[in-house]
Structures are given as structure tokens and as C-alpha cells.
């Protein structure tokens, strides 16, 4: 009360009824003293906690990095947390900002028990701008289970990559394979689970996207005010998030500011300019009080264009363009819906267009005014647009024939097993059984069965491949990773939708033995497994239940299909 007393000049115990809500608010001096209050917590958590720590790894030539909590909902993260105060601020001490995606908050459709204002991750994007800096991480897929596809992880870390995140932090690893240690905050990822080698395809996808998200400035020039006093008092959160969430519809790349920084932003060129953000508008919520001296300030920037990332008639398309040091510009297109999504996109830039592949690496030229996307669920593509000359790969055109590819048989080469010895994995050799496909595991094996399981077939085309032929072989539905060999070679690993693996005519013979090894996850034994009868409460941890919910949604396995091997007309474009 003291360090209050000597700050705001009155007594804080004369407002304590209302600043710790035992009172509702009524007068302008109550409210007052709610926000100075909680705003003092923020100042000397900052000075005596973040800060030291920062200061602390600068002398270390480390760098200071993390997340707060309940980043996902602006209400329950200033409101419901009473030490906060203004989260941007604490963001800002940090070199590299973070947010957390823990336990679904993040899921197609949004469809999860915690769910969370889709914008969110941009505060610790606009954070790490206003300092200057352009790195900004996310700690991801905490608690969501071991039924956590690889479909599942690119939907989430793509959702925070196209607002500004580029560090992902996957959760995560367990100290060994004894007891629970592999099964406490899932998903663990162990060589033991089923897919696990899979895992790789996954992991390129995400470096790329990581390494794109890091070059050039975003060219983001648009702020939506967080109303920080406002939501310290329990007003402005619904106009706050509503306004957040139609901007995005209308594919506007935006950070978020607060009061603290819109005071230290100079004006220069027609942008208020703070760190390497400059933001020539900016959006203000519905009823949000703004104090006299940043409105004055802000003023000029209230009326302005509404300037998009692109133009298509998608809403749950989200974008994000990069500018480089040489002018040509990076734009990043996610597809936030839960089905895929077909449309004509204009990307707004006059120059030539280069799709950049996440999943093979390759660079495609994209002629045209408007670009025809195809997206999965939770898939990303990025464009370069550039004037400089681009080496360019062969892209592949409509099919010259298609074959489809029925009779198949299986057998199960591996178990992942939950005892009370902890998690391990046993080969199974066993005869292979003629299947149909079209039907999962549990049909075969029961829904138990968590492991991996081998497809075969064979195929005989009407003529040898020749050089320079390509192929397609799609794998159609798969539940939920594959990888495939052809005649004892490994051609390719199919765990990201839509499983299409690209063949050229040397992995390809007229006669082939086809071999799909398909992997479910460990959802089936997690679920299955009977935990409080092998370890007592206190091993298996807080989590459990709720994963279980997740992973009770992951529960197929197998080749579903249908396959087709398609020779692809090429032409060099």
C-alpha cells in the first residue's frame, strides 16, 4: 500500500472491496483503482521478476524466452489473471515472445472444451516486432493426446505460423519407456510408438514453414488496440474479439497494440513506428476507452484503406506476406476450415508467382493474375512474387492414365504395447491375409490395436517406364501415416493428407511389388490401457482424463483408400 500510496497519491485501502471484487465497480474512482492496482502488480513483476531474467541472459549470451498463460482467451488472460496487468508489456521483456496452445485450444472447427480467440498467437508476434525483433515461439500440443496425427500437429503450428509465430517448440519428450514416464503429458513422441519414423515428413514440412516465417519483416501495416484497461474492469473483451475476428475474415494482417507502446511509437512517414513495426491504421473496438492522450495521438490513423494480405471469396483463409531485402515478397496462405478448400486467389501483387512446396521443397512457377489454391485442413501454401529470375521444377500436369489398385493382402509387422512395465513396441511376423480395402483395423484386429501394418500389392503396366516419366501413387484416406516401397526400395513417406508420393520412371519397373506400411497411433492402447489399476493417481497426473477425450477421437487405423497410380503428364512451366 505504500509503493501504491507514493505511485497514485491515495489509499488503496479505501478501494479494497472493489479491487478485490467483492464489490462490483460503480464510480470512475473505483474503476481507477481496480486498473492502478493490478497495472502496479504488472510493474513490479516486470521489475523484479521478467526483467532480472532477461538481464540475466543478456550477460550469459543467452536469450530470454517464453510464454504467459491463458494467452488464448484476452478476458481470462488481463481479467482472470490478476498478475498480469498488461500481458503485451511482459511479453515485451522477453527477446523471443511466446504463446502456448495446450489441451485443443487450438483444433479444426475450434470444436474444443477451452476454446480460443483464433487471432491470439499475434500478441507475442506483435510483441517481438515492437522490440525490434522478429522471432516469436510457440510451446505446442501439450495434452492433446497421443492420437495427435501429423495432420493434426500442421493444423496447429500453421495456425500460429501465418500470425507472425516461427519457433516451434513441440511437446513433447519423456525421460524413458518405465512406467508412466512415456505416458504423462502426451503426446510423447518415442521411437516405440506406432509412426514414429513418419515423423520426419512432419518435421521437414514444419523446418520449411519455420525458416520462410523468418525471412523479411512482415509487411503488416494495420493494429487492432487491446482495450487493456477496459478488460482489467471486465468491459470490451466480446467488441475486442469480435473486431479481431472480422479483420481476419476480410484477409487483413494485423498485430495488436496497446497503450504503453502507442505512447513510445514516433511518427514518421505517415506510420507510427516502434521497433520494426509501422502501423498506418488502426482498429479500434467497439466502446473501448481510449485515454485523452494516445487518442490525440492515434487519431490521424482511425480512417484509412482496409488493405488485404489477398482477395477470394474463402473467410477461413488466412494470410501473411514477408518483405525481403530485395523487395520481392513471401506470402503465406493457411486454410483454417476443417475441410479442404478450392477457390481462384488474387495475391494483390503484379509480379510473376513461384509456389514455394512445404512438402518437397521444390519451387513451381504460378502463372496467372489469380492463382487456383487447393488446400488440405491446417495446410499452407506460400508464394514467392519476384521480378529476379527463379529456377523453377518440373510441375506436373493432368494425368495420362490412372490405375486403380484393389487387391491388396496384410499383415501386422508391429505392436505398440501399455503394461504395467511401462510402453514398448514387439515385431509381429505373421501370414499375410487377402483384404479388402475400404475398412479399418478394428474390422481385422479390433480397435485396441495400436502398431503398424503392411499393404502389399502387385502391378504390371503395359509398358516399361522410360526416362523422364513420372507417377503418382495416392494412397487416398489413411488412418493415419504411411511410408511406401517399391520392389524392396524405399520411394517415399506419406503422413501429412492428401498421401500422394511422386515416383520417377527409376523407382518404377513394369512389374513392381508395392509395399504400403501404414501406421496408426497410440491413441487405441491409451485408451485401452486400464492406468489406475498399473499406477496410482499421483504417477499418472492431472491430464489424463482429458486426453483421453481427444484421443477416443483418434481410434481407426489402416489403409482406407482408394489407391490409384496415375501416370502424370510433365511439362516444364
Not at 488 to 497: D, E, H, N, T
Request: proline letters at 6%.
Amino acid at each position: 500500500d505504500q509503493l501504491f500510496m507514493e505511485k497514485y497519491g491515495y489509499d488503496m485501502c479505501d478501494y479494497l472491496p472493489w479491487i478485490t471484487r467483492q464489490l462490483k465497480w460503480k464510480t470512475d474512482a473505483q474503476r481507477q483503482a481496480i486498473i492502478d492496482y493490478r497495472m502496479l502488480i504488472c510493474e513490479l513483476l516486470l521489475k523484479n521478476f521478467f526483467l532480472p531474467i532477461r538481464c540475466w541472459c543478456e550477460k550469459n549470451n543467452l536469450s530470454s524466452a517464453g510464454h504467459l498463460n491463458g494467452e488464448h482467451m484476452a478476458d481470462f488472460l488481463i481479467y482472470d489473471i490478476h498478475t498480469y496487468g498488461n500481458p503485451l508489456e511482459i511479453l515485451r521483456s522477453y527477446h523471443i515472445p511466446g504463446v502456448d496452445a495446450i489441451w485443443g485450444q487450438i483444433r479444426p472447427g475450434n470444436n474444443s472444451s477451452d476454446p480460443c480467440v483464433p487471432f491470439f498467437p499475434r500478441l507475442a508476434s506483435s510483441a517481438a516486432r515492437q522490440m525490434g525483433n522478429d522471432l516469436a515461439l510457440t510451446e505446442s500440443m501439450a495434452v492433446y493426446g497421443d492420437g495427435s496425427t501429423p495432420d493434426m500437429i500442421r493444423y496447429v503450428i500453421g495456425f500460429q505460423a501465418v500470425r507472425g509465430i516461427n519457433l516451434f517448440n513441440l511437446m513433447n519428450m519423456a525421460y524413458g519407456d518405465e512406467g508412466v514416464y512415456g505416458l504423462v503429458e502426451r503426446p510423447v513422441f518415442k521411437s516405440c510408438k506406432p509412426g514414429f519414423a513418419h515423423l520426419r515428413e512432419l518435421n521437414r514440412y514444419l523446418a520449411r514453414l519455420s525458416y520462410l516465417g523468418q525471412l523479411g519483416p512482415t509487411d503488416t501495416h494495420a493494429a487492432l488496440y487491446l482495450p487493456v484497461n477496459d478488460l482489467l474492469v471486465g468491459e470490451s473483451a466480446d467488441s475486442y474479439h469480435q473486431l479481431g475476428n472480422e479483420l481476419e475474415a476480410l484477409h487483413i494482417d494485423f498485430d495488436i497494440v496497446d497503450d504503453a507502446i502507442l505512447r513510445r511509437a514516433v511518427l514518421e512517414n505517415g506510420c507510427l513506428r516502434v521497433g520494426i513495426a509501422a502501423y498506418s491504421r488502426i482498429y479500434i473496438p467497439e466502446g473501448a476507452r481510449i485515454p485523452d492522450d494516445v487518442k490525440k495521438k492515434i487519431m490521424p490513423f482511425l480512417i484509412g484503406d482496409d488493405v488485404a494480405v489477398f482477395h477470394c471469396s474463402q473467410p477461413l483463409l488466412r494470410g501473411q506476406k514477408r518483405v525481403l531485402p530485395d523487395g520481392s515478397v513471401i506470402c503465406m496462405i493457411f486454410n483454417e476450415d476443417d475441410k479442404p478448400v478450392e477457390d481462384m486467389i488474387d495475391l494483390l501483387d503484379p509480379r510473376p508467382a513461384y509456389l514455394l512446396s512445404l512438402t518437397d521443397g521444390n519451387i513451381y512457377a504460378a502463372p496467372g493474375d489469380r492463382q487456383r489454391i487447393s488446400l488440405e485442413s491446417g495446410e499452407t501454401a506460400v508464394y514467392l512474387l519476384t521480378d529476379k529470375p527463379v529456377e523453377t521444377n518440373v510441375q506436373l500436369s493432368e494425368k495420362a492414365w490412372e490405375l486403380s489398385l484393389e487387391t491388396f493382402t496384410l499383415s501386422r509387422v508391429k505392436q505398440f504395447l501399455i503394461t504395467p512395465e511401462g510402453i514398448s513396441a514387439r515385431t509381429i511376423q505373421e501370414e499375410a491375409k487377402p483384404i479388402r480395402l475400404g475398412v479399418g483395423w478394428a474390422e481385422h484386429y479390433g480397435w485396441e490395436f495400436s502398431g503398424e501394418a503392411i499393404y502389399r500389392c502387385t502391378v504390371d503396366l503395359l509398358e516399361d517406364p522410360k526416362p523422364g516419366d513420372r507417377y503418382e501413387l495416392d494412397l487416398g484416406t489413411v488412418e493415419y501415416t504411411a511410408d511406401v516401397t517399391i520392389n524392396g526400395y524405399p520411394v517415399g513417406i506419406a503422413a501429412l493428407s492428401p498421401y500422394k508420393i511422386l515416383l520417377t520412371n527409376d523407382q518404377l519397373a513394369r512389374h513392381s511389388v508395392i509395399e504400403i506400411k501404414v501406421a496408426n497411433t497410440a491413441a487405441n492402447q491409451c485408451v485401452s490401457a486400464d492406468f489406475r489399476s498399473f499406477w496410482p493417481e499421483r504417477a499418472i497426473g492431472p491430464y489424463h482424463e482429458k486426453q483421453l477425450v481427444f484421443e477416443r477421437e483418434v481410434l481407426g487405423g489402416g489403409l482406407i483408400g482408394p489407391v490409384f497410380l496415375r501416370k502424370m503428364n510433365s511439362d516444364v512451366i
